[in-house]
């Protein structure tokens, strides 16, 4: 699926009647509306090294024209709750009250009104398992072109330097998982990276859970990856239970079946700031 062509100023329609409904209960109720957000791909362009990724320039004041129009904005993400602050510079900022960002897959949370975090203790598997992965790799002989992302409660490995990405992904997919089982951890893939993560959260869970908080009765959700899956299930269960939900899908052409299951296909982050920045000059 894609979207209609979109300019600066207007709306871009959602090619499915599900999305046109939901757009529509946005635009009817939007103090009733939660918008979620991944972050990396979604709000930040994807670069080589994770730690150099920043959100788009325009990001934060688009957030910022829409999230008093609405119940609330969070930023739902694989990255550690305060990694996605610094790196999306939410902090302070006047307007972004109502923003939550839900780290580690909602492990973690930080809420702009208090400016904390708040967080259980780490599962006992990701240190085994950090421990472990330096000498695992070199017994398979994956060193070549990966490296490994420490992300405080889940590690990650990445193969995007690897000489041929896609092909070092495919090879370690079996083996990091069976390092994980052993740990009883989870590995989730995504783009060009296999994390290492504990069982029982992702980003569908932590959405429902939020909405639900909420009381939201109209839900959008962008993401890029295949992270974002399940939060788009999330949406699609929301949808059944008689909460309107958009899908948009941060257009990557390494990612098809996000694309073909969203409700509207942006340009990347900037079509995504373009999306948020049209929908709070609508709400005017």
């Known amino acids: 699926m894609g979207s209609h062509p979109e300019s600066k100023d207007s709306l871009p329609a959602p090619v499915t009647p599900a999305g046109r409904d939901a757009l529509d209960a946005i635009l009817t109720r939007p103090t009733r509306t939660v918008v979620a957000l991944d972050f ?11 730690d150099q990724a920043r959100a788009h320039p325009d990001a934060v004041p688009a957030l910022a024209a829409l999230a008093p129009k609405v119940a609330s904005i969070a930023v739902v993400t694989g990255r ?29 949370r930080w809420d702009a009104v208090s400016g904390t975090v708040t967080a259980p203790a780490p599962h006992p598997g990701v240190a085994a398992v950090r421990a472990e992965l330096p000498g695992f790799l070199d017994r398979i002989g994956a060193w070549q072109g990966t490296w490994i992302e420490e992300k405080g409660r889940a590690v990650a490995v990445h193969t995007r330097r ?5 092909a070092a992904f495919e090879a ?25 993560r504990p069982p029982g959260m992702d980003k569908g869970v932590a959405l429902l859970e939020y909405v639900r908080e909420v ?4 839900v959008l959700y962008a993401g890029d990856d295949l992270g974002d899956l399940p939060a788009f299930a999330a949406v699609d269960k929301l949808r059944s239970d008689g909460v309107p939900g958009l899908l948009v899908c941060s257009g990557s ?6 694309a073909e299951r969203a409700d509207l296909v942006v340009d990347g982050p900037s079509g995504v700031v373009r999306l948020l920045a049209s929908l709070a000059a609508e709400l005017a």
Do not use: C, K, W
Request: glycine share 16%.
């Open 40 to 50: 990396d791909g979604t709000l930040a362009p994807i670069v080589p090294d994770p």
């Open 80 to 108: 550690p709750a305060g990694v996605a602050v610094r790196h999306g510079g939410f902090a302070g900022v006047p307007g972004l009250e109502h923003l939550v960002v839900l780290g580690h897959y909602g492990a973690e």
């Open 162 to 166: 690897a000489a041929d990405p896609q």
């Open 215 to 218: 009381g939201a009765e109209a």
């Open 172 to 196: 370690l997919r079996e083996p990091l998982a069976d390092l994980a089982t052993r740990h009883g951890l989870i590995v989730e893939p995504g783009r060009m990276v296999l994390e290492l």
């Open 253 to 258: 052409s390494e990612v098809g079946e996000l």
